[in-house]
Structures are given as C-alpha cells and as structure tokens.
C-alpha cells in the first residue's frame, strides 16, 4: 500500500474523521455510501471492542472503526475496505480483520460526498450495542471496564474541530484544516503578538501533527470547564484567520518563535 500522508483530504468533515481517529476516545458520526454500494447510512466510530475494524450491531446498525489494530499506509483505504467487508456481515456478526490490503477503494470513492459527518462525542461506549443489550449483567460488565479508560473530552461549541479534554489537567485540542506549514507561520506571527493563548490564563503547550493536519494544543487554566471556551476560542479563531491571511515574510523573532514551535511537536502514529 502506498503510503498517503493525508487520507481523508477531500472528505466533507475531514478534520473530524482525523479527531476521532487520533485524540477523541469515544465519538460516532453518520455517514452514507454512494448509490453503487447501496445508498446505506453507517456508523464511523472511534473504537470498538477488541479494536475490531467494524461490527454489525443486532438492530441492523453497521458500525465501522476509525482506531484499529494494524494500518497500513492509508488510512482511507483501510476504512473502506473495513466498510465494505461490513456491508455484507449479518447482524450481530463482527469484522476480525480486513487482511492485507491491496490499493483499492477508498472513502472518497464509496462514500456520498454531499453527506457531511459531524462527530458526536460520547462519555460512554454504549455505542456499541443495540438498545437494551446493555441489560445482561456480563454486557454490562465490560462496557463498565472500557468506560473507565475513557478520558473526558467534549467538543466546543461553536468551533469545528475544537476538542476540550480533562487529563491531569484541563486542555484544548484543535484540528485545524489548513496546510501544516501555513499553520505553524500563523502560530508563530500570533506568539510574538502574545495572542496565541486561548485566553490570559492558557498556554500554548504544543502541537501534534498527524493525518496530514496539525493539531494545536494549549494548557488551560486549572479546572476550566468546556462550557466557558466557547467565546475565547472564537475570538481566537478570529485572530488565527488573521494570521493565516498575511502574506508577508516572518520576521526574526517569528522565525525564532516558529522554530520553537516546531520543535514541540509530536508525530501521532
């Protein structure tokens, strides 16, 4: 397989497919396959059990994963062929594996392009099952244990791709659409302005760079709640537009703050 940086360009919803497979534990988002393979509604999600490509639920709902075990060099690929192999299990049966892939179809190719997936963030993988599945004890029970992994994350209000998330502390993670090197130019013109932090009390902490996109991070102020980051993360969008939109050189202290950027990124995958 070919190895193809960013998989999902062209998809209606991009940076949320990239979210959900990269930094959102637990999320699902609709979309439908084109009219040659059945004009179907499916389920993309962040995780099944067991790290299963897909699983056919018993009520008829085909979900398919975004997180897996193995992956080749193209995300796309692999989720539609995880898609496509889905489509023909019965209900309550899972995908185990998809095998090794060949080049073949991928999401751009099967899926209705005029549908646009938007994440829904969950606070449970109750997603897994059908309605009322939950009620046998030993369901239950495992469904309980994989809750206790979750990490609390919910998407900011207002914002596309903006991830609000609790760990050892409070953070902001924000997929951003453009071009990776456009992105950390607007990074380091708004750090010499001082107004790269979501408010007074943030810090810039870094950024992830996976998927082909570039995932901004900022440290938040101790116990902030994703209710309160709906006004300053516009605000900051309005100054990031900004900065992506100026066209002249980087100075040298930008330069010096771009190079500081760059350095704290982290690959994902």
Not at 188 to 199: H, I
Request: hydrophobic letters at 45%.
């Amino acid at each position: 397989m070919p190895f193809v940086e960013r998989p999902f360009e062209g998809l209606p919803g991009e940076t949320d497919l990239v979210a959900m497979r990269e930094i959102v534990p637990a999320a699902t988002a609709t979309v439908r396959t084109t009219a040659e393979h059945g004009a179907r509604d499916v389920q993309l999600v962040t995780l099944l059990p067991d790290f299963l490509p897909a699983l056919h639920r018993e009520d008829g709902t085909l979900l398919v994963a975004l997180q897996t075990a193995s992956n080749s060099g193209d995300a796309s690929r692999d989720v539609a062929a995880a898609l496509l192999a889905g489509l023909e299990l019965g209900p309550g049966q899972p995908l185990r594996t998809t095998g090794i892939l060949e080049p073949g179809p991928r999401l751009q190719d099967i899926l209705d392009l005029e549908v646009v997936p938007e994440a829904a963030v969950h606070d449970s993988f109750s997603f897994w099952l059908a309605e009322g599945a939950a009620d046998d004890p030993e369901i239950a029970g495992a469904l309980e244990a994989a809750n206790e992994n979750i990490v609390p994350t919910v998407k900011v209000e207002g914002a596309t791709s903006a991830y609000w998330c609790r760990m050892s502390r409070e953070f902001l993670r924000w997929v951003r659409p453009e071009d990776t090197e456009q992105v950390f130019d607007a990074l380091a013109r708004l750090q010499v302005e001082r107004a790269s932090a979501v408010d007074q009390d943030a810090k810039f902490a870094g950024a992830f760079r996976t998927c082909g996109l570039l995932i901004p991070v900022w440290e938040l102020a101790r116990g902030t709640e994703a209710d309160e980051l709906a006004g300053p993360v516009a605000e900051l969008d309005a100054r990031f537009a900004e900065a992506l939109a100026a066209t002249e050189p980087l100075n040298a202290d930008e330069r010096r703050a771009r190079a500081g950027i760059v350095s704290r990124q982290v690959g994902l995958r």
